[in-house]
């Protein structure tokens, strides 16, 4: 079975800082990765996605992950937090399956 | 082209009532998946249907079914309903390319239920 951890449920920065948002997953097998966002009233967006290869994703609104086996984690990082990344993320994990197992989540709040 | 799309966006039912929430998949998209978010937590899986088979179904009581039709549009039914269906029940479609695993869901607004 694939689960995933979200550190921290609730993240605070000030614009321009550093967004760092911790996901740590379990999988009995080679897993594929996922971060998503959600806005207000609206559904998931993907933000990025591991399968194979790089370790080093990058995604849309310049977020990036590093996929680390070792530590089996999968941070999520955005170097200068903007108003607009203000919503709640997702890290989700699946294996060679139909399903996607998803963090709790971590609501982002952006300090002017 | 039109994304994900889950109607009613909104509705209220009593305990012990039935619901049917649908969704229209993105076109050319055959995989259909459905999530249920309870307020404050991340989505949890409920079923995924491809090619109209039921491929995947999560831990959920029997009360909980749905099915795919020719053109891949999805029903979730919810009978019996209690206080705790109340949630966000999302759709996701996906083209299958490779293994599942690796697909990316896109997901639709959601339908949003409240049971009283």
């Known amino acids: 079975a694939q689960s995933v951890t979200q550190l921290g449920s609730h993240v605070s920065v000030s614009e321009g800082a550093l967004v760092l948002l911790r996901c740590n997953y379990s999988?009995?097998?080679?897993?594929?990765l996922f971060w998503y966002v959600q806005y207000p009233n609206q559904g998931l967006q993907l933000l990025l996605k591991?399968?194979?290869?790089?370790?080093l994703v990058k995604g849309i609104n310049g977020f990036e992950a590093e996929f680390k086996k070792s530590e089996t984690s999968f941070h999520l990082t955005k170097p200068s937090a903007h108003m607009s990344d203000a919503a709640e993320y997702f890290c989700a994990v699946s294996a060679n399956d139909y399903k996607l197992s998803f963090g709790a989540g971590t609501t982002v709040t952006v300090r002017a | 082209d039109a994304g994900v799309t889950q109607s009613p966006t909104h509705l209220i039912k009593t305990r012990g009532q039935h619901v049917t929430l649908r969704c229209s998949p993105i076109?050319?998209?055959?995989?259909v998946s459905w999530y249920q978010q309870v307020l404050g937590q991340g989505p949890q899986f409920i079923f995924q249907y491809y090619e109209k088979e039921e491929r995947g179904r999560g831990n959920f009581p029997d009360r909980f079914s749905a099915r795919q039709f020719p053109n891949y549009s999805s029903e979730l039914n919810v009978n019996a309903l209690l206080l705790g269906d109340s949630a966000l029940y999302l759709c996701?479609?996906?083209?299958?390319?490779?293994?599942?695993?690796?697909?990316?869901?896109?997901f639709g607004a959601g339908s949003r239920l409240t049971v009283l």
């Open positions: 996701a479609s996906s083209r299958r390319t490779g293994t599942f695993g690796a697909n990316v869901l896109t």
């Open positions: 591991y399968t194979t290869g790089a370790t």
């Open positions: 076109s050319g998209h055959k995989s």
């Open positions: 999988s009995s097998v080679p897993p594929y």
